[in-house]
Protein backbone atom coordinates (compact mmCIF):
# COMPACT_ATOMS: atom_id res chain seq x y z
CA UNK A 1 0.00 0.00 0.00
CA UNK A 2 1.59 3.69 -1.03
CA UNK A 3 1.76 6.14 1.51
CA UNK A 4 -1.29 8.79 1.80
CA UNK A 5 -0.79 11.85 -0.04
CA UNK A 6 -1.11 14.85 2.38
CA UNK A 7 -3.15 17.76 0.39
CA UNK A 8 -1.00 21.15 0.25
CA UNK A 9 -3.22 24.28 0.66
CA UNK A 10 -2.89 24.84 -3.12
CA UNK A 11 -3.81 21.81 -4.25
CA UNK A 12 -6.98 21.64 -2.47
CA UNK A 13 -7.16 25.44 -3.71
CA UNK A 14 -7.42 23.74 -6.93
CA UNK A 15 -10.87 22.07 -5.70
CA UNK A 16 -12.45 25.17 -5.96
CA UNK A 17 -12.73 25.12 -9.81
CA UNK A 18 -15.62 23.07 -9.44
CA UNK A 19 -17.30 25.82 -7.43
CA UNK A 20 -16.20 28.22 -10.47
CA UNK A 21 -17.86 25.87 -13.00
CA UNK A 22 -20.79 25.81 -11.14
CA UNK A 23 -20.80 29.40 -10.29
CA UNK A 24 -20.68 30.16 -14.44
CA UNK A 25 -23.22 27.36 -15.18
CA UNK A 26 -26.04 28.70 -13.08
CA UNK A 27 -25.26 32.29 -14.11
CA UNK A 28 -25.39 30.50 -18.58
CA UNK A 29 -28.70 29.26 -17.03
CA UNK A 30 -29.92 32.24 -15.33
CA UNK A 31 -30.78 30.78 -12.17
CA UNK A 32 -30.18 32.62 -9.49
CA UNK A 33 -28.11 30.89 -6.83
CA UNK A 34 -24.78 32.58 -7.16
CA UNK A 35 -24.91 34.49 -3.49
CA UNK A 36 -25.75 30.58 -2.00
CA UNK A 37 -23.47 28.65 -3.47
CA UNK A 38 -20.73 31.04 -2.57
CA UNK A 39 -22.10 31.17 1.23
CA UNK A 40 -22.43 27.60 0.99
CA UNK A 41 -18.97 26.87 -0.32
CA UNK A 42 -17.52 29.62 2.49
CA UNK A 43 -19.68 27.82 5.05
CA UNK A 44 -18.18 24.31 4.35
CA UNK A 45 -14.58 25.62 4.18
CA UNK A 46 -14.73 27.78 7.43
CA UNK A 47 -17.03 24.66 9.26
CA UNK A 48 -14.29 21.58 8.13
CA UNK A 49 -11.78 23.91 9.09
CA UNK A 50 -13.33 24.73 12.84
CA UNK A 51 -14.13 21.24 12.90
CA UNK A 52 -10.58 19.96 11.96
CA UNK A 53 -8.72 22.10 14.58
CA UNK A 54 -11.61 20.72 17.69
CA UNK A 55 -11.05 17.30 16.34
CA UNK A 56 -7.18 17.97 16.56
CA UNK A 57 -7.42 19.28 20.34
CA UNK A 58 -9.85 16.52 21.43
CA UNK A 59 -8.47 13.53 19.92
CA UNK A 60 -4.66 14.72 21.67
CA UNK A 61 -6.86 15.55 24.99
CA UNK A 62 -9.48 12.69 25.74
CA UNK A 63 -11.50 13.57 28.23
CA UNK A 64 -15.49 12.15 28.89
CA UNK A 65 -16.28 15.45 29.50
CA UNK A 66 -15.55 16.70 26.50
CA UNK A 67 -16.74 14.02 24.41
CA UNK A 68 -20.38 13.90 26.51
CA UNK A 69 -20.62 17.41 25.84
CA UNK A 70 -20.16 16.89 21.69
CA UNK A 71 -22.27 14.07 21.84
CA UNK A 72 -24.99 15.80 23.86
CA UNK A 73 -24.79 19.46 21.04
CA UNK A 74 -25.00 16.52 18.63
CA UNK A 75 -28.56 15.05 20.12
CA UNK A 76 -29.68 18.75 20.46
CA UNK A 77 -28.90 19.94 16.88
CA UNK A 78 -30.30 16.96 15.83
CA UNK A 79 -33.59 17.37 17.62
CA UNK A 80 -33.80 21.25 16.83
CA UNK A 81 -33.43 19.94 13.09
CA UNK A 82 -36.45 17.89 13.29
CA UNK A 83 -38.58 20.50 15.94
CA UNK A 84 -37.66 23.55 13.34
CA UNK A 85 -39.14 21.43 9.95
CA UNK A 86 -42.65 21.27 11.72
CA UNK A 87 -42.48 24.23 13.51
CA UNK A 88 -46.11 24.76 14.63
CA UNK A 89 -47.66 21.27 13.88
CA UNK A 90 -46.60 19.84 16.88
CA UNK A 91 -47.52 19.30 20.13
CA UNK A 92 -45.44 20.15 23.52
CA UNK A 93 -45.60 16.09 23.98
CA UNK A 94 -44.81 15.48 20.59
CA UNK A 95 -42.04 17.70 21.08
CA UNK A 96 -41.21 15.69 23.83
CA UNK A 97 -41.28 12.66 22.61
CA UNK A 98 -39.31 13.22 19.57
CA UNK A 99 -36.99 14.83 21.58
CA UNK A 100 -36.44 11.54 23.80
CA UNK A 101 -36.62 8.77 20.76
CA UNK A 102 -34.32 10.86 19.35
CA UNK A 103 -31.84 10.17 22.64
CA UNK A 104 -32.87 6.92 23.53
CA UNK A 105 -32.60 5.17 20.00
CA UNK A 106 -29.46 6.41 19.56
CA UNK A 107 -27.79 6.71 22.77
CA UNK A 108 -28.66 2.89 23.32
CA UNK A 109 -27.25 1.65 19.61
CA UNK A 110 -23.93 4.22 20.76
CA UNK A 111 -23.34 2.25 23.75
CA UNK A 112 -23.99 -0.77 22.58
CA UNK A 113 -21.70 -0.53 18.97
CA UNK A 114 -18.59 1.25 20.82
CA UNK A 115 -18.23 -0.85 23.83
CA UNK A 116 -19.44 -4.30 22.95
CA UNK A 117 -19.02 -3.98 19.15
CA UNK A 118 -15.55 -2.23 18.47
CA UNK A 119 -14.74 -2.44 22.61
CA UNK A 120 -13.05 1.15 22.66
CA UNK A 121 -11.13 1.70 26.01
CA UNK A 122 -11.21 4.44 27.62
CA UNK A 123 -14.90 4.24 26.77
CA UNK A 124 -15.02 7.81 26.09
CA UNK A 125 -12.02 7.55 23.53
CA UNK A 126 -13.15 10.69 20.87
CA UNK A 127 -11.71 9.33 17.48
CA UNK A 128 -14.31 6.64 17.61
CA UNK A 129 -17.03 8.23 19.69
CA UNK A 130 -17.57 11.00 18.36
CA UNK A 131 -17.67 10.01 14.35
CA UNK A 132 -19.77 6.72 14.66
CA UNK A 133 -22.13 8.62 16.84
CA UNK A 134 -22.19 11.37 14.26
CA UNK A 135 -22.97 8.98 11.91
CA UNK A 136 -25.65 7.09 13.98
CA UNK A 137 -27.41 10.24 15.29
CA UNK A 138 -27.40 11.57 11.53
CA UNK A 139 -28.69 8.92 10.23
CA UNK A 140 -31.56 8.47 12.99
CA UNK A 141 -32.06 11.96 12.50
CA UNK A 142 -33.27 11.69 8.99
CA UNK A 143 -35.62 8.88 10.17
CA UNK A 144 -37.11 10.84 12.51
CA UNK A 145 -37.78 13.13 10.34
CA UNK A 146 -39.47 10.85 8.12
CA UNK A 147 -41.41 9.30 10.55
CA UNK A 148 -42.66 12.70 12.05
CA UNK A 149 -43.73 13.72 8.75
CA UNK A 150 -45.86 10.65 7.76
CA UNK A 151 -47.18 10.19 11.12
CA UNK A 152 -48.98 12.98 11.11
CA UNK A 153 -49.70 13.29 7.51
CA UNK A 154 -51.27 9.68 7.98
CA UNK A 155 -53.07 10.83 10.87
CA UNK A 156 -54.58 13.63 9.12
CA UNK A 157 -55.07 11.72 5.89
CA UNK A 158 -57.03 8.78 7.71
CA UNK A 159 -58.49 10.81 10.32
CA UNK A 160 -62.20 9.85 9.35
CA UNK A 161 -60.90 6.12 9.72
CA UNK A 162 -59.01 6.44 13.07
CA UNK A 163 -62.17 8.37 14.81
CA UNK A 164 -64.82 5.47 13.15
CA UNK A 165 -62.26 3.00 14.88
CA UNK A 166 -62.11 4.37 17.98
CA UNK A 167 -66.67 4.46 17.56
CA UNK A 168 -66.56 1.02 17.21
CA UNK A 169 -64.37 0.23 20.53
CA UNK A 170 -60.84 0.26 19.28
CA UNK A 171 -58.27 1.72 21.53
CA UNK A 172 -56.01 4.15 19.86
CA UNK A 173 -53.24 1.39 19.57
CA UNK A 174 -55.51 -0.66 16.87
CA UNK A 175 -56.79 2.54 15.68
CA UNK A 176 -53.63 3.53 14.48
CA UNK A 177 -52.07 -0.02 13.98
CA UNK A 178 -51.80 0.98 9.65
CA UNK A 179 -50.50 4.20 9.92
CA UNK A 180 -47.52 2.93 12.23
CA UNK A 181 -46.92 0.00 10.39
CA UNK A 182 -46.35 2.15 7.26
CA UNK A 183 -44.86 4.74 8.75
CA UNK A 184 -42.42 2.51 9.89
CA UNK A 185 -41.77 0.74 7.26
CA UNK A 186 -41.59 3.73 4.91
CA UNK A 187 -38.72 5.68 7.56
CA UNK A 188 -36.59 2.84 7.67
CA UNK A 189 -36.61 2.37 3.79
CA UNK A 190 -34.11 5.00 3.25
CA UNK A 191 -31.49 2.72 5.12
CA UNK A 192 -32.58 -0.61 3.58
CA UNK A 193 -32.00 1.10 -0.03
CA UNK A 194 -28.31 1.99 1.02
CA UNK A 195 -27.74 -1.09 2.48
CA UNK A 196 -28.88 -3.01 -1.17
CA UNK A 197 -26.91 -0.36 -2.96
CA UNK A 198 -23.75 -0.35 -0.92
CA UNK A 199 -20.48 -1.48 -2.57
CA UNK A 200 -22.11 -2.11 -6.10
CA UNK A 201 -23.94 1.34 -6.78
CA UNK A 202 -21.25 3.24 -4.42
CA UNK A 203 -19.21 2.99 -1.66
CA UNK A 204 -20.21 4.50 1.27
CA UNK A 205 -18.42 8.00 2.58
CA UNK A 206 -16.69 6.33 5.95
CA UNK A 207 -14.97 3.62 3.71
CA UNK A 208 -13.84 5.36 1.06
CA UNK A 209 -12.37 8.01 3.92
CA UNK A 210 -10.78 5.49 5.65
CA UNK A 211 -9.53 4.10 2.04
CA UNK A 212 -8.11 7.19 1.49
CA UNK A 213 -6.54 8.00 4.75
CA UNK A 214 -4.80 4.60 4.14
CA UNK A 215 -6.39 2.12 6.30
CA UNK A 216 -6.75 -1.62 4.47
CA UNK A 217 -10.13 -1.92 2.48
CA UNK A 218 -10.84 -5.05 4.14
CA UNK A 219 -10.45 -3.04 7.33
CA UNK A 220 -12.37 -0.75 6.15
CA UNK A 221 -15.20 -2.94 4.80
CA UNK A 222 -15.52 -4.54 8.09
CA UNK A 223 -15.97 -1.05 9.95
CA UNK A 224 -18.48 0.00 7.38
CA UNK A 225 -20.29 -3.21 7.50
CA UNK A 226 -20.69 -2.64 11.50
CA UNK A 227 -21.14 0.46 11.20
CA UNK A 228 -24.16 0.48 9.01
CA UNK A 229 -26.10 -2.46 11.11
CA UNK A 230 -25.60 0.03 13.59
CA UNK A 231 -27.44 2.88 11.61
CA UNK A 232 -29.99 0.46 10.64
CA UNK A 233 -30.57 -0.43 14.38
CA UNK A 234 -30.27 2.99 15.38
CA UNK A 235 -32.68 4.26 12.73
CA UNK A 236 -35.14 1.45 13.66
CA UNK A 237 -34.77 1.57 17.10
CA UNK A 238 -35.25 5.37 17.38
CA UNK A 239 -38.29 5.37 14.87
CA UNK A 240 -40.29 2.51 16.40
CA UNK A 241 -39.98 4.74 19.84
CA UNK A 242 -41.03 7.37 18.41
CA UNK A 243 -44.23 5.96 16.65
CA UNK A 244 -45.36 3.79 19.84
CA UNK A 245 -45.25 6.85 21.97
CA UNK A 246 -46.28 9.27 19.21
CA UNK A 247 -49.44 8.06 18.12
CA UNK A 248 -50.56 8.30 21.85
CA UNK A 249 -50.28 12.44 21.97
CA UNK A 250 -53.19 12.28 18.67
CA UNK A 251 -55.41 11.31 21.49
CA UNK A 252 -56.46 12.85 24.85
CA UNK A 253 -56.99 11.12 28.23
CA UNK A 254 -60.43 10.45 27.67
CA UNK A 255 -59.66 8.75 24.50
CA UNK A 256 -60.48 11.05 21.61
CA UNK A 257 -59.15 12.58 19.12
CA UNK A 258 -56.94 15.96 19.50
CA UNK A 259 -58.49 17.35 16.61
CA UNK A 260 -56.75 20.82 17.17
CA UNK A 261 -53.59 18.88 15.83
CA UNK A 262 -55.11 17.20 12.81
CA UNK A 263 -56.89 20.78 11.64
CA UNK A 264 -53.74 22.47 10.84
CA UNK B 1 -79.77 4.30 32.02
CA UNK B 2 -78.33 7.67 30.57
CA UNK B 3 -78.85 10.93 33.15
CA UNK B 4 -78.04 14.86 32.01
CA UNK B 5 -77.04 17.06 34.62
CA UNK B 6 -76.35 20.24 33.64
CA UNK B 7 -74.99 19.46 30.60
CA UNK B 8 -73.48 22.02 28.29
CA UNK B 9 -71.17 21.34 25.33
CA UNK B 10 -69.66 24.81 24.53
CA UNK B 11 -72.58 27.18 22.78
CA UNK B 12 -73.84 24.15 21.15
CA UNK B 13 -75.87 21.97 23.53
CA UNK B 14 -77.51 22.79 26.99
CA UNK B 15 -79.42 20.42 28.45
CA UNK B 16 -79.98 21.05 32.22
CA UNK B 17 -81.72 17.61 32.80
CA UNK B 18 -82.30 14.40 30.83
CA UNK B 19 -83.14 11.30 30.96
CA UNK B 20 -82.70 8.08 28.78
CA UNK B 21 -84.40 4.83 29.82
CA UNK B 22 -83.25 1.31 29.38
CA UNK B 23 -84.67 -1.20 27.33
CA UNK B 24 -86.52 1.55 25.37
CA UNK B 25 -86.15 3.00 21.34
CA UNK B 26 -85.73 6.68 22.16
CA UNK B 27 -85.68 9.10 19.22
CA UNK B 28 -84.02 12.56 18.89
CA UNK B 29 -85.45 14.73 15.99
CA UNK B 30 -84.59 18.29 15.05
CA UNK B 31 -83.63 20.80 12.38
CA UNK B 32 -79.81 19.86 11.40
CA UNK B 33 -77.28 21.96 13.14
CA UNK B 34 -79.73 21.99 16.15
CA UNK B 35 -77.10 19.47 18.42
CA UNK B 36 -78.80 16.07 17.83
CA UNK B 37 -75.35 14.42 16.99
CA UNK B 38 -73.10 16.44 19.91
CA UNK B 39 -75.56 14.64 22.10
CA UNK B 40 -75.35 11.17 20.71
CA UNK B 41 -71.42 11.38 20.20
CA UNK B 42 -71.36 12.44 24.17
CA UNK B 43 -73.23 9.43 25.13
CA UNK B 44 -70.66 7.35 23.71
CA UNK B 45 -67.89 9.15 24.80
CA UNK B 46 -66.43 10.49 21.45
CA UNK B 47 -67.23 14.26 23.00
CA UNK B 48 -67.23 15.33 26.62
CA UNK B 49 -69.32 17.75 28.56
CA UNK B 50 -67.55 21.40 28.21
CA UNK B 51 -69.33 21.69 31.40
CA UNK B 52 -71.94 19.37 33.91
CA UNK B 53 -72.06 15.56 33.86
CA UNK B 54 -73.64 12.25 32.37
CA UNK B 55 -74.49 9.50 34.52
CA UNK B 56 -74.31 5.84 33.06
CA UNK B 57 -75.93 3.49 35.73
CA UNK B 58 -75.72 5.80 38.33
CA UNK B 59 -71.74 6.25 37.48
CA UNK B 60 -70.22 9.67 36.02
CA UNK B 61 -69.07 9.10 32.64
CA UNK B 62 -65.90 10.47 33.24
CA UNK B 63 -64.77 7.93 35.46
CA UNK B 64 -65.65 4.96 33.51
CA UNK B 65 -63.04 3.90 30.77
CA UNK B 66 -63.90 5.10 27.16
CA UNK B 67 -62.73 2.44 25.09
CA UNK B 68 -64.83 -0.04 27.58
CA UNK B 69 -67.95 2.02 27.38
CA UNK B 70 -67.73 2.34 23.54
CA UNK B 71 -67.60 -1.34 23.62
CA UNK B 72 -71.11 -1.62 25.63
CA UNK B 73 -72.83 1.56 24.07
CA UNK B 74 -72.05 1.20 20.24
CA UNK B 75 -72.46 4.36 18.26
CA UNK B 76 -73.26 4.57 14.40
CA UNK B 77 -71.97 7.60 12.37
CA UNK B 78 -74.10 9.64 10.12
CA UNK B 79 -71.34 9.64 7.82
CA UNK B 80 -70.52 6.22 7.78
CA UNK B 81 -66.61 5.15 6.74
CA UNK B 82 -65.89 1.91 4.81
CA UNK B 83 -62.29 0.10 5.73
CA UNK B 84 -59.78 -1.47 3.59
CA UNK B 85 -60.46 -5.13 2.20
CA UNK B 86 -63.92 -6.60 1.37
CA UNK B 87 -67.31 -7.00 2.94
CA UNK B 88 -66.50 -9.39 5.22
CA UNK B 89 -63.32 -7.46 6.62
CA UNK B 90 -65.61 -4.44 7.28
CA UNK B 91 -68.51 -6.47 8.72
CA UNK B 92 -65.68 -8.71 11.07
CA UNK B 93 -63.65 -5.18 12.02
CA UNK B 94 -65.39 -3.66 14.91
CA UNK B 95 -65.43 -7.66 16.38
CA UNK B 96 -61.71 -7.31 15.44
CA UNK B 97 -61.17 -3.75 17.34
CA UNK B 98 -63.44 -5.14 20.31
CA UNK B 99 -61.06 -8.07 20.65
CA UNK B 100 -63.78 -10.24 20.33
CA UNK B 101 -63.69 -13.98 17.97
CA UNK B 102 -64.89 -13.07 14.34
CA UNK B 103 -68.26 -14.92 12.98
CA UNK B 104 -68.46 -17.15 10.28
CA UNK B 105 -69.58 -16.19 6.56
CA UNK B 106 -73.40 -17.69 7.28
CA UNK B 107 -73.64 -15.53 10.21
CA UNK B 108 -72.25 -12.31 8.38
CA UNK B 109 -74.41 -12.91 5.02
CA UNK B 110 -77.74 -13.47 7.32
CA UNK B 111 -76.71 -9.99 8.57
CA UNK B 112 -76.55 -8.56 5.14
CA UNK B 113 -80.04 -9.67 4.66
CA UNK B 114 -81.64 -8.42 7.49
CA UNK B 115 -79.57 -4.76 6.56
CA UNK B 116 -81.21 -5.57 2.85
CA UNK B 117 -77.71 -5.54 1.47
CA UNK B 118 -77.72 -8.00 -1.43
CA UNK B 119 -73.59 -8.71 -2.31
CA UNK B 120 -70.88 -11.21 -1.59
CA UNK B 121 -68.78 -11.14 1.10
CA UNK B 122 -65.35 -10.76 -1.34
CA UNK B 123 -67.02 -7.43 -3.12
CA UNK B 124 -65.20 -4.46 -2.42
CA UNK B 125 -67.08 -1.93 -0.50
CA UNK B 126 -65.81 0.63 -2.77
CA UNK B 127 -67.96 -0.21 -5.13
CA UNK B 128 -70.89 0.51 -3.07
CA UNK B 129 -73.61 3.69 -3.27
CA UNK B 130 -73.50 5.88 -0.44
CA UNK B 131 -76.94 4.22 1.04
CA UNK B 132 -75.23 0.52 0.83
CA UNK B 133 -72.03 1.77 2.62
CA UNK B 134 -74.77 3.12 4.90
CA UNK B 135 -76.09 -0.28 5.23
CA UNK B 136 -73.05 -1.99 5.77
CA UNK B 137 -71.74 -0.24 8.20
CA UNK B 138 -75.31 -0.65 10.19
CA UNK B 139 -74.80 -4.30 9.71
CA UNK B 140 -71.10 -4.04 11.07
CA UNK B 141 -72.25 -2.39 14.21
CA UNK B 142 -75.58 -4.91 14.54
CA UNK B 143 -73.27 -7.66 14.37
CA UNK B 144 -71.24 -6.15 17.83
CA UNK B 145 -74.21 -7.78 19.74
CA UNK B 146 -73.92 -4.64 22.34
CA UNK B 147 -76.65 -3.85 25.25
CA UNK B 148 -76.95 0.15 23.41
CA UNK B 149 -77.55 1.12 20.10
CA UNK B 150 -76.57 4.93 19.31
CA UNK B 151 -77.63 5.69 15.57
CA UNK B 152 -77.42 8.51 13.99
CA UNK B 153 -79.34 9.09 10.53
CA UNK B 154 -79.16 5.29 9.70
CA UNK B 155 -81.82 5.94 7.15
CA UNK B 156 -80.81 8.94 5.88
CA UNK B 157 -78.90 8.41 2.05
CA UNK B 158 -81.82 5.20 1.62
CA UNK B 159 -85.11 6.00 -0.26
CA UNK B 160 -88.32 5.61 1.91
CA UNK B 161 -88.90 1.86 1.11
CA UNK B 162 -85.97 1.32 2.03
CA UNK B 163 -85.96 3.29 4.90
CA UNK B 164 -88.69 1.87 6.29
CA UNK B 165 -87.79 -1.58 6.10
CA UNK B 166 -84.77 -1.14 7.57
CA UNK B 167 -85.94 0.94 10.71
CA UNK B 168 -88.51 -1.66 11.02
CA UNK B 169 -85.84 -4.44 10.79
CA UNK B 170 -83.45 -2.72 13.50
CA UNK B 171 -86.32 -1.74 16.22
CA UNK B 172 -87.56 -5.23 15.55
CA UNK B 173 -84.09 -6.52 16.88
CA UNK B 174 -83.91 -4.17 19.01
CA UNK B 175 -86.72 -4.66 21.01
CA UNK B 176 -86.68 -8.69 20.78
CA UNK B 177 -83.19 -8.79 22.83
CA UNK B 178 -84.43 -5.96 25.18
CA UNK B 179 -81.89 -3.63 24.30
CA UNK B 180 -81.58 0.21 24.28
CA UNK B 181 -81.84 2.41 21.19
CA UNK B 182 -81.42 6.24 21.05
CA UNK B 183 -81.76 7.05 16.88
CA UNK B 184 -81.36 10.47 15.41
CA UNK B 185 -83.73 10.64 12.63
CA UNK B 186 -85.03 13.68 10.26
CA UNK B 187 -88.61 11.82 10.19
CA UNK B 188 -90.98 13.07 13.27
CA UNK B 189 -93.30 10.43 11.59
CA UNK B 190 -90.77 7.47 11.90
CA UNK B 191 -89.90 8.86 15.40
CA UNK B 192 -93.69 8.32 16.37
CA UNK B 193 -93.86 5.42 14.42
CA UNK B 194 -91.24 3.10 15.99
CA UNK B 195 -90.53 5.04 19.12
CA UNK B 196 -91.29 5.08 22.83
CA UNK B 197 -89.41 8.71 23.65
CA UNK B 198 -89.35 11.38 21.15
CA UNK B 199 -87.17 14.51 22.21
CA UNK B 200 -87.10 17.10 19.93
CA UNK B 201 -84.20 19.77 19.98
CA UNK B 202 -84.11 23.08 18.19
CA UNK B 203 -80.67 25.57 18.64
CA UNK B 204 -79.20 23.07 21.61
CA UNK B 205 -82.06 22.95 23.53
CA UNK B 206 -84.75 19.69 24.43
CA UNK B 207 -87.82 21.65 22.97
CA UNK B 208 -90.32 18.34 24.39
CA UNK B 209 -90.12 15.14 25.63
CA UNK B 210 -92.70 12.97 24.48
CA UNK B 211 -93.78 9.62 24.61
CA UNK B 212 -95.26 8.20 21.69
CA UNK B 213 -98.01 5.86 20.87
CA UNK B 214 -96.48 3.13 19.14
CA UNK B 215 -99.30 1.61 16.26
CA UNK B 216 -97.19 -1.77 16.35
CA UNK B 217 -96.13 -4.08 18.39
CA UNK B 218 -94.09 -6.75 18.72
Known sequence: MNGVIDLTVFQVGLAYIFVLMVLIIVRILGIKREKELIIASIRMTLQLILVGYALVYIFDNPNPMITGLIILV????????????YKNKLSLPMKKVIAFSMSMGTLTCIVYFLLIVVRISPWYEPQYFIPIAGMLIG????????????????????????????ILGATPQAATRSIIRNTFDAAILPTMNSMLGMGIVFLPGMMTGQILSGTAPTTAIAYQIAIMLGILGAVALSVIILLKLGYRTFFTQEVQLQTGLLDN | MFKFVDVKYMDILDVPSLFIEKGKITTLVGASGSGKT?????????????????????????????????RQVTMLSQNPVVF????RDN?????????KSLLSDDALLSMLEKVNLKKGLDTSPNALSGGEKQRLALGRVLLLNSEIYLLDEPSAALDDETEETIIH???????????????VTHSK???????????EIAEGRCQSIRGCKRERSY
Open chain 1, 74 to 85: MEAFAVHTVLGK
Open chain 1, 139 to 166: NSMTGISLGVKLLLDGMISQRALVEEAL
Open chain 2, 38 to 70: TLLRMLNKMLSPTQGKIMFKETDLVDINSVTHR
Open chain 2, 84 to 87: EGSI
Open chain 2, 91 to 99: LNIGLKFQE
Open chain 2, 169 to 183: RVTEYVRKDNKTLVM
Open chain 2, 189 to 199: AMAEKYSDTMI
